[in-house]
């Protein structure tokens, strides 16, 4: 059981570059959801998806965009990455629930754009 | 909004010693969850304890427990007979109740264990 899986772990751009991040579940939850962790500002909720074809916005979504085209996939898209935007993104999923329910973490990907 | 805050960037604990980590949180809201994640140098997030607003009983996990002061808005960890695998940046975390399940997270306290 992987459970939660990010690929690339490690990626670099030169500004103005686009790419995309995968994230692959296979515990069929219905949640799904990328953050952002930077230095001394914990970690930021970019956008999430509560099903299949469906996303939103999070904290932090200027300059991303997302797909859920299918239920164990959400991809984290940059159009034209900007140093800002260097930073470890990670993925994460869950069922639903009352709020207590857990997350679950992919290990993250280290995003460098020069 | 909601907002979490940590106010202990880092902190230092002896082997076997009891240390606790502090975290408040503002919310005008009744029905909420509160967390605390484990992140280690392999970066996996991993959740340590949890906590219902709606239960006064303080949660623990074997040796880790959780001070929860609804009134104060504060949820401090307690870690008892730390180990050198304690060592990692601990998360406090905020969700509130019902459909919404965004997470909210302080900005985190590396904690470390010295033998």
């Known amino acids: 059981n992987a459970g939660v899986t990010q690929t690339p772990k490690f990626r670099v751009l030169k500004t103005g570059q686009s790419m995309t991040l995968l994230c692959a579940q296979d515990m069929n939850h219905e949640y799904m959801y990328w953050y952002r962790q930077d230095p001394g500002m914990g970690l930021r909720l970019i956008h999430y998806s509560v099903g299949e074809g469906t996303t939103a916005k999070g904290e932090v979504p200027d300059g991303y965009n997302v797909s859920r085209l299918k239920k164990q996939n959400f991809l984290l898209g940059l159009e034209s990455a900007a140093p800002s935007q260097t930073s470890v993104y990670f993925c994460?999923?869950?069922?639903?629930?009352?709020?207590?329910?857990?997350?679950?973490f992919g290990s993250g990907t280290q995003l460098s754009v020069l | 909004a909601q907002t979490v805050t940590q106010s202990q960037p880092e902190m230092s604990v002896q082997e076997a010693e009891t240390v606790t980590l502090s975290c408040t949180y503002d919310?005008?809201?009744?029905?909420?969850?509160l967390f605390w994640y484990k992140q280690p140098p392999s970066r996996q997030m991993i959740l340590v304890i949890r906590?219902?607003?709606?239960?006064?009983q303080n949660a623990t996990e074997n040796r880790f427990s959780v001070n929860f002061q609804k009134a104060a808005k504060s949820f401090s960890l307690k870690i008892s007979d730390s180990q050198l695998g304690d060592a990692a940046m601990y998360f406090c975390?905020?969700?509130?109740?019902?459909?919404?399940?965004?997470?909210?997270f302080g900005t985190g306290t590396l904690l470390a264990v010295q033998p």
């Open positions: 975390a905020y969700r509130r109740g019902g459909a919404t399940n965004k997470l909210i």
């Open positions: 919310t005008s809201e009744s029905d909420y969850y």
């Open positions: 994460a999923s869950s069922d639903p629930g009352g709020g207590d329910e857990k997350l679950f």
């Open positions: 906590q219902e607003a709606y239960k006064q």
